[in-house]
């Protein structure tokens, strides 16, 4: 066993102990104005309730719930609109979605049997993939805008997604968004079925500034500029971390066992001010909260590379967060409510425990809570973490 993790029950060590019944009219079509309007369940400490007991608060009360000296840590990527429409030489429509500069791990499918990395080289889902094969020629199409001429490389047999050869000159999401924003639209999540032009901006974070992420850090749609100013007012600092959403938000869990269980890596960034952001608020008895899921792994997965300690990095990290997982950084969550069966619900449920969130996801459901992306918000405040699951106390600073 990893150092760090206890030993979990069995049935948290099943994928299918994850599941449960979401009626489909739970999922959030659209967000509520303002953003901190939407509901907040608040989750009380272990042993208060059986089953589990929750308040039921708006996230702008949030403020209330934090204390002076805490650290907010938010991911401030940016979503690309990396959803683009194509045409084939033959006129069929194709979609793509653009994920990440390709960096082969193995050789990829191409005409030659491998495709290396190379300026502009890109790897995309597409719909429909069977039909394109390397060396197509495809024309990127959108109103206003000329046809642009991109080009199918290969395949990756590890996303079964496609290597596409986009100008030479857009080597990274920065240099790539110009041509996203002629050309393409923001990828919201398939069970969101309308789209809206207001979703450039709302399907942004208000402190979005890294481009990079195909899906949005989604509990930071809740903040809004007059909550984040209220939170600084209440004497709570804000430190940024980057995470770019990739392909993993795309790829259901399907390992049964997790104890086998392997997710896509993640690029990231933890930058020597969070690294001091943390141990200042760590020096001073503040509690580090995370503004979901991305910076909680952000900040898991960066330490963990260390020995448990945080410290400056800048690249990809691999981390699953299941139960049994000892936080070495987080002990608190602002966070949506996920799909079953999801990476992000064995994470969550590693704070609070399987059993227990799911009794929480049961009472949300039943008081007609707002699921996913565009949903409600619920709040684990360090008290009600699990001990077992609790970063060890710090040693008093010298």
Not at 33 to 62: F, I, M
Not at 131 to 145: I, P, T
Not at 285 to 295: D, F, K, L
Not at 382 to 387: D, I, K, R, T
Request: net charge neutral.
């Amino acid at each position: 066993m990893l150092k760090g993790m206890t030993d979990p029950s069995a049935a948290d060590q099943r994928l299918s102990s994850y599941d449960f019944a979401l009626p489909e009219e739970r999922i959030a079509q659209r967000p509520v104005e303002p953003r901190h309007a939407a509901r907040l369940l608040v989750v009380d400490p272990p042993g208060l309730g059986d089953p589990p007991h929750a308040r039921h608060r708006s996230v702008w009360e949030l403020q209330q719930e934090l204390r002076p000296g805490d650290l907010l840590v938010v991911n401030d990527t940016r979503v690309l609109r990396a959803r683009l429409q194509a045409r084939r030489p033959t006129g069929g429509a194709v979609e793509l979605l653009v994920l990440e500069p390709w960096q082969p791990s193995a050789p990829a499918s191409g005409g030659d049997g491998l495709v290396a990395a190379g300026p502009g080289r890109w790897l995309c889902l597409a719909k429909p993939a069977r039909k394109l094969k390397a060396g197509d020629g495809l024309e990127l199409v959108a109103a206003g805008q000329a046809p642009l001429p991109v080009q199918v490389l290969g395949s990756d047999p590890e996303t079964g997604g496609r290597v596409v050869q986009f100008p030479p000159q857009c080597g990274d999401a920065a240099a790539l968004e110009p041509l996203l924003v002629q050309y393409g639209a923001i990828p919201l999540p398939p069970y969101i079925h309308a789209h809206d032009a207001s979703d450039n901006e709302r399907y942004q974070t208000r402190y979005a500034a890294r481009p990079g992420a195909v899906a949005a850090p989604t509990a930071g749609l809740h903040l809004s500029d007059d909550l984040l100013a209220a939170i600084r007012e209440r004497g709570v600092a804000i430190a940024t971390t980057t995470l770019h959403v990739g392909l993993g938000t795309f790829r259901p869990v399907e390992t049964e066992d997790l104890r086998t269980l392997q997710l896509h890596s993640e690029w990231v960034e933890v930058t020597p001010a969070l690294v001091e952001a943390v141990a200042a608020c760590q020096a001073r008895g503040g509690r580090v909260i995370a503004i979901g899921t991305t910076a909680v792994r952000s900040l898991e997965a960066v330490a963990r590379l260390h020995g448990g300690v945080l410290a400056p990095h800048t690249g990809p990290v691999n981390l699953v967060i299941q139960p049994g997982y000892r936080f070495a950084v987080v002990q608190g969550l602002l966070t949506n409510f996920h799909l079953p069966k999801s990476s992000l619900l064995l994470l969550v449920s590693a704070l609070i425990g399987r059993e227990r969130l799911l009794a929480l996801y049961a009472e949300a459901i039943a008081r007609q809570y707002r699921f996913f992306s565009y949903g409600d918000a619920m709040w684990i405040a360090p008290e009600a973490v699990l001990s077992s699951a609790a970063p060890e106390p710090q040693p008093p600073s010298s």
